[in-house]
């Protein structure tokens, strides 16, 4: 299928734009854990919490769950009498497919494109979690012909689909901490004149991380891209060392004009500051409706999770890779869940807060099931469901923001 460069258009100038994920949805793509750097035990638990997401998702929508050749024949075996997941040989470095698979964007006129953003393992050579990164790099290009979709290819623009979250309306948010890092976009564009005083490089970068130059930027290159007016700061997420602040462990949209947002009362909590701000910057924004947001809050675990020791034993040392270590802190949120066709698949930890989380995702999504996923492998790895899956919207014709 054809590719759509950044000279000649965009999916906001072509009338596209990102639906919201409880939007209607075709499928959800999945990729088969492999990595023994990444994953304890040989992966093996792995693959078992994300067979169970799998099925619990495809309850509800169908599930293209991705595998190595070399896993291909176990993971359809696994799934032999799964009839509604469906295995497909793709080569990948890892399997976090919010952040490596297509973004895809609608029209009003029944038609889907794909985003493929540029990716580097979460921060490249300045801090990026693994070396190198080259298939996962190619997933959205091969999401994209097998959808039959034709394919926007940003100059320059790295990202992951775990750092955005949208209503579908023209709203969007982010956060300051990953999109204004050191080792995503900012590494990637560079001045068009030569500096005639450096030998190597010989193009300096525009931007300094973290400046206003850098987010007027992204500003303007998310707008173009996802098809939004109003582009929302939230300044930190609650994962500064596997994906430099994605929000999609810290706040997602429930409906227009209404979030959900991470929440403790416990000053000793890890993430308590980065909780308050955020639902501070969130309660106190306006969308590009004119809406003041409503914000619900969702519980953490009562009992944070970290890296152990025995873990650690029994992960792989890799030098290409960033090395696990005891003590560190996990990204063990209910706010990584996945909202599919009349369905929410939830993270469970095994922790008392488990069916409290149930219930308060329940009462935002009151015409949906909810349903708990026991995940703490899953995040022993570095992610959730949300950060594992990635949805392929259905077309439903409606007034878009470009028929007026």
């Known amino acids: 299928m054809r590719t759509i460069t950044e000279s000649e258009s965009t999916?906001?100038?072509?009338?596209?734009?990102?639906?919201?994920?409880?939007?209607?949805?075709?499928?959800?793509?999945?990729?088969?854990?492999h990595r023994t750097d990444t994953w304890a035990h040989g992966a093996k638990p792995a693959q078992k919490q994300y067979a169970a997401i799998a099925r619990a998702i495809s309850e509800f929508t169908p599930v293209y769950m991705c595998a190595n050749q070399v896993d291909y024949a176990n993971c359809k075996a696994v799934f032999e009498n799964d009839e509604n997941v469906t295995v497909i040989e793709m080569t990948t470095d890892d399997a976090w497919f919010r952040d490596?698979?297509?973004?895809?964007?609608?029209?009003?006129k029944g038609e889907k494109r794909a985003n493929h953003w540029h990716f580097n393992a979460y921060g490249g050579l300045v801090d990026g979690l693994y070396f190198p990164w080259d298939k996962d790099e190619q997933i959205a290009l091969k999401m994209a012909e097998l959808s039959g979709c034709r394919r926007y290819r940003p100059d320059d623009m790295i990202l992951e689909g775990g750092s955005i979250t949208v209503d579908g309306e023209g709203t969007l948010v982010v956060t300051d901490q990953c999109l204004l890092s050191p080792g995503r976009t900012c590494s990637a564009v560079l001045e068009e004149e030569e500096d005639p005083e450096s030998i190597w490089?010989?193009?300096?970068?525009?931007?300094?991380?973290?400046?206003?130059?850098?987010?007027?930027?992204?500003?303007?290159?998310?707008?173009?891209?996802?098809?939004?007016?109003?582009?929302?700061?939230?300044?930190?997420?609650?994962?500064?060392?596997?994906?430099?602040?994605?929000?999609?462990?810290?706040?997602?949209?429930?409906?227009?004009?209404?979030?959900?947002?991470?929440?403790?009362?416990?000053?000793?909590?890890?993430?308590?500051?980065?909780?308050?701000?955020?639902?501070?910057?969130?309660?106190?924004?306006?969308?590009?409706?004119?809406?003041?947001?409503?914000?619900?809050k969702l519980c953490m675990p009562v009992n944070p999770l970290f890296m152990d020791q025995a873990s650690c034993d029994t992960i792989d040392a890799d030098e290409n890779a960033e090395p696990r270590v005891p003590d560190e802190p996990l990204i063990a949120s209910y706010m990584n869940y996945l909202v599919t066709n009349h369905g929410v698949i939830v993270p469970q930890y095994g922790d008392e807060n488990d069916a409290l989380a149930v219930r308060q995702v329940?009462?935002?999504?009151?015409?949906?099931?909810?349903?708990?996923?026991?995940?703490?492998?899953?995040?022993?790895?570095?992610?959730?469901i949300h950060c594992i899956t990635h949805q392929i919207p259905s077309f439903v014709r409606k007034e878009t923001p470009y028929d007026k």
């Not at 992204?218 to 173009?224: A, I, N, Y």
């Open 11 to 33: 999916p906001k100038a072509d009338g596209f734009f990102m639906p919201a994920e409880f939007a209607p949805q075709d499928r959800v793509w999945m990729g088969w854990p």
């Open 100 to 108: 490596t698979a297509a973004t895809y964007v609608i029209n009003g």
């Open 201 to 296: 490089p010989k193009y300096r970068k525009k931007f300094e991380p973290w400046s206003e130059e850098l987010r007027a930027y992204m500003d303007e290159h998310l707008k173009d891209y996802l098809g939004v007016e109003k582009v929302i700061w939230v300044k930190e997420g609650i994962d500064p060392e596997e994906t430099n602040g994605h929000i999609d462990d810290v706040a997602t949209f429930i409906a227009p004009g209404v979030m959900a947002c991470i929440w403790t009362d416990d000053p000793e909590y890890p993430f308590y500051e980065q909780c308050h701000a955020a639902y501070e910057t969130l309660s106190n924004a306006v969308d590009a409706k004119g809406r003041k947001m409503k914000v619900y």
């Open 362 to 384: 329940q009462e935002m999504f009151p015409d949906r099931e909810v349903v708990g996923v026991q995940t703490r492998e899953v995040a022993f790895g570095g992610g959730n």
